[in-house]
């Protein structure tokens, strides 16, 4: 794994936590903004994350771009800026952002990973990644998050991929890119708000410290990529796949008709399926958020072990 870099600003809690080699949690901003959560969601998922990290005993480090450096967590008093921040930034804008001295940019999936590999942060959660769009077979609409993946040593905790996504695809993508897909107590992968796509995984976890074994091999094998660990909802806040399928179809529907392609047309999806499933959603992002926290957490502690 990278050593921390110096173009990284690291809070004072996270600094101390690495040179401590006291376990850190890397997180993306881009589900704590306005384009993951409507407000005040947003600021529930920023504290329930929080805490659910804080509670197995890892230091969150919120990543994004702050008064044109890239970050790996926040000071109390930066907390409402990185909430408001109206700049998502994938890997691929960082360096924009950077040379323009942006005051703000929330990370997506894939500028999270780079700044974690750079700050030296070996474990991230979100709540799902990107994938392959439907119809990338003719549009090549496929999220940088896959590729950032494969580039960068990070662990990635997700509850798969957005549903609205290509998930055959998807997997079939990853192994194209040779990053392990690991279900964590669960042999198929998960579809975001659904706990199964149907779709085989060919390797299982059953305990945190079996993952952060994994991961340990990859390293000392010479992967120089990340492994990605997937995690189902909670089964209480789960939403059947049949009924969740109608309000994709719907989400997909809106983006299509107001135009919305690549990166814009996430926000207007999972607006649209806040909106068909009476809001159902919207408690089921923060209940994975909050697993996957709890769960990257957990890994990142037997790493440090």
């Known amino acids: 794994m990278s050593g921390r870099h110096s173009a990284v600003r690291l809070s004072h809690e996270v600094e101390a936590a690495l040179a401590d080699g006291r376990p850190v949690v890397a997180l993306e901003s881009t589900i704590t903004s306005s384009f993951g959560l409507p407000a005040p969601h947003n600021r529930d998922c920023f504290e329930r994350v929080d805490r659910a990290i804080r509670a197995v005993g890892a230091v969150p480090a919120v990543t994004g771009v702050l008064d044109g450096r890239m970050i790996a967590g926040v000071e109390e008093e930066e907390v409402e800026r990185i909430l408001a921040g109206d700049w998502k930034l994938a890997e691929r804008d960082l360096p924009i952002a950077l040379a323009r001295r942006a005051s703000i940019g929330v990370s997506t999936v894939s500028a999270t990973v780079a700044i974690a590999h750079l700050a030296g942060i070996r474990t991230f959660a979100t709540g799902g990644i990107g994938g392959v769009h439907r119809g990338a077979e003719s549009s090549f609409d496929v999220s940088s998050d896959l590729g950032a993946m494969a580039r960068h040593p990070v662990i990635v905790v997700s509850a798969g991929a957005k549903a609205f996504l290509d998930l055959p695809k998807t997997v079939e993508y990853l192994e194209t890119l040779g990053v392990p897909v690991v279900g964590y107590r669960c042999s198929e992968f998960p579809a975001f708000w659904s706990r199964s796509s149907g779709i085989s995984l060919p390797h299982r976890a059953d305990s945190p410290a079996d993952i952060a074994t994994i991961a340990t091999a990859a390293e000392s094998s ?25 309000a994709i179809d719907t989400g997909l529907a809106v ?41 990257a957490a957990q890994i990142a502690v037997e790493l440090t072990r």
């Open 222 to 246: 010479g992967w120089s990529g990340g492994i990605l660990v997937a995690n189902p909802i909670p089964a209480s806040a789960e939403i059947p796949s049949a009924e969740i399928a109608a």
């Open 255 to 295: 983006a299509a008709r107001e135009g919305a392609v690549g990166p814009t047309a996430t926000p207007r999806v999972l607006a649209a399926i806040a909106e068909a499933t009476a809001s159902r959603s919207i408690p089921a992002n923060l209940a994975l958020a909050e697993s996957n926290a709890t769960l």
